[in-house]
């Protein structure tokens, strides 16, 4: 199969598609790899990185997707790549759609087979193209907060971890998955005072064992929820409903009764954002104000990483992507995993959760495939 990799375009976002690691593995298992130059760029990857492993260097994302029968990507395409898409061809990359309805119809106009990472599932019920960039977000989201956290920035000239006879930052993170778990692993490690907030009992008393009693956890009810936030220096939101819209957990009425200059960290963003007063931002300028509190909601947190990022990714996606390349469509429909990952077929939505946050008709793969 004729695979292309274009340089990624959205703002500030510097991984890549494929690393030359991963066009070696293309190569050898004897598909043609096209990519754009300078895709790599931004993990330290030169065009001859990539000739060296058996790639081929195009001048423009034009030609990358004119002549590929599969687009390999991070982020969702942006308007500009839209129109480039066909019908037949493969789209494999982050897409996010639920809160985005103009991407979705410009998906859908293309005609193109567009399988989602964050949709794509294991047989432990884990969503394993999103883990490793949901390990790397709930990380940078206490670098994050701690940033925002200084005076310098708005903030209220807080130190995560304190110092010796001087209070920590109260950090409380809703959500209990994989961004929140790393979330507090962090906090955790620079001695803030973490609380993990989250709907599973069955979680919370991993969580309980996993962290020995250096994190509080709590079921979460509108009470709870209220409780810690309003005591808290800095709130991570870390809340997945696969391929849907985020919960709106944390509403603009209560940022009144919280700690002024607060930090919330919304790492649900690319789903829409789970606080009320959430809007994305980019590393540029990450942050805003509303009624005293801060808000950091970058759509592409991990784009901040790129090397760690992109080489987390590809070893995530490498087998996927392979078994797209080897069998084309039939891969989706020979795998499960593959199958929950697709989210648009010749103009049809095929991911019931994203048709229903956007109000479009949903149509079985069976149906869209026929």
Known sequence: ????????????????????GAVREYVAAGHRVMIETNAGAGIGATDDDYRNVGGTILTSAAEVFASSEMIVKVKEPQPSEWCQLREDQILFTYLHLAPDPDQAKGLLKSGCTAIAYETVTDPHGGLPLLAPMSE???????????SALKRSAGGRGLLIGGVPGVQPARIVVIGGGVVGTHAARMAVGLGAEVTIIDRSILRLRELD??????????????GSVEEEVFAA?????????????APKLVRRSMLSSMRKRAVLVDVAIDQGGCFETSHPTTHADPTYEVDGIIHYCVANMPGAVPLTSSQALNNATLPFGLALADKGFSAVLENPHLRAGLNVHRGRLTYEAVAESLGLPFSPIEQAAA
Request: a positive charge; zero cysteines.
């Open 233 to 245: 220096d800095v709130v991570i939101g870390a809340v997945l409903v696969p391929g849907a819209s």
């Open 209 to 222: 064992e996993l962290f020995e009693g250096r994190a509080r956890t709590r079921f979460s009810t509108i």
């Open 1 to 20: 199969m004729k695979v292309g990799v274009p340089k990624e375009i959205k703002a500030h976002e510097y991984r890549v598609g494929l690393t030359p």
């Open 136 to 146: 790397v977000a709930g990380r940078l989201a206490i670098e994050a907060a701690g």
